[in-house]
């Protein structure tokens, strides 16, 4: 017993011995860089998001009123390979909707699944009203270009296959168009579907409440917004074709985002447009995951829209403070909690028994405080209540295992552009994009 007591004691004994000077000096990455952002900034600027959508919600009301008195064609469009055991399940989720009027595509970008036979049934059946097949896979945004050149609606939104939606989701994603006609684009609020299947997925799904259903509803409310999920967002059609659509490779969904705010459009996060898609269930399949979405920020942020840096004559503040603040606190931040931790190694190795576990201890207590507010936001607060056990995790999951997989993946795409070399997308488009410097 004396084994287990005495070190907790010698810990405790440590930190009541540390002059104010010396905590500044141990912790200024945690109190300085990221508790203010994550944390306080997060926080002020979530209550004054909610302020604002009740002083507007009787706003929210006539805009939800022209909305079913317009009733406006809008177009789904399910881009996708080898989704056939998908497919059913998400067509019927699209059918219980209560917004009726939509046109249903599938595009199966070179399946050799049962996905064709499964489709056939679905469209002679009425429960799809266009499938489209392309023998040779052509990648996402090919797909997704196809169904868009194929559909009708002035209203279009993109979804994964293995998607599945609140009865009003598409309802909820469609009414802020009505509220603003400068509203060029809306992201739908994603959640971990599959949750109870594994440790992996239940990290992302705290990870999924913390990052997007308060972080984009934060970056929402600030302008500054900067991704439209592939897997359930909402665009005017007459801006999907004035920026030309979807462009080839990994990161799409970011790289169209940038695209619309660039000709002066806003970016909306809906909140209450709930959307539940399938996580990877294994750190095999969540590393391969993230790698590609990492690289696709070096890729896009840094080097195709690098245009949004300087004083040229459409710049925006608004899109320079986006960048910036992503870049900074995803990239700069990365290499500077390395360079935190070799100085504490060189200067406090003996010390660093005291230094980790206390690190481990503020940045649970800032998870604590985080998971608190988002549960009292959440619409599922008694499934999401569940999730609570697994914040011990939480500041291994995010502090050290995704640091981690965004250095490696920031690494690879800034000195050797890995990202062209990504089986996500067949080689010959991502040949053809590196090529035009896309």
Known sequence: ?????????????????VDPHKLVRFFWFAFILEFPRYV????????????????SRNRERLARKALFDELPLVSLIVPGKNEGENIYKLVRSLREQTYKNLEIIVVDDGSDDDTKTICDDLKENGFLDVYLRSE?????????????????????????????????????ILVPFYM?????????????????????????????????????????????????PGAFG?????????????????????????????????????????????????????????????KSLVRFRIRKHKDV???????SFSNFFSFVENIFFNVVLDIKWFVYMADMAYNYHSMLKFIIPMNYLIYLSFNLLQFIVM??????????????IYLPLAPLYAGLYLRVVRTVAYTLEFFYKRSYEDPWNPWKVSKKAMSEGM
């Open 1 to 17: 017993m004396d084994d287990f007591i005495d070190p907790i004691l010698e810990f405790f004994n440590f930190w009541q011995t």
């Open 40 to 55: 306080v900034f997060d926080f002020v600027f979530l209550g004054a998001y909610h302020v604002k959508r009740f002083a």
């Open 136 to 172: 040779i896979r052509g990648g996402k945004a090919s797909a997704s270009n196809l169904g868009l050149r194929y559909s009708k609606g002035g209203l279009v939104l993109l979804l994964d296959a293995d998607s599945s939606f609140d009865r009003d989701a598409v309802e909820n």
């Open 180 to 228: 603003d006609d400068e509203i060029g684009a809306i992201g739908g609020n994603i959640k971990v579907r599959n949750a109870d299947e594994s440790v992996c997925t239940s990290m992302q799904a705290v990870e999924y409440l913390k990052s997007i259903s308060v972080g984009r509803a934060v970056a929402s409310f600030l302008g500054i917004y900067r991704v439209i």
């Open 234 to 294: 909402a665009f005017r059609r007459e801006i999907l074709d004035r920026v030309g659509g979807w462009d080839i490779g990994p990161g799409l969904d970011g790289d169209i985002t940038v695209k619309i705010r660039k000709i002066g459009y806003k970016i909306h996060f809906e909140k209450t447009a709930i959307c539940f898609t399938t996580a990877p269930a294994t750190y095999t399949g969540l590393t391969k995951q993230r790698l590609r979405w990492y």
């Open 309 to 315: 840096y300087l004083p040229t004559e459409n710049f």
């Open 375 to 388: 549960l009292s936001l959440s619409e599922r607060w008694r499934n999401d209540v569940k999730l609570f």
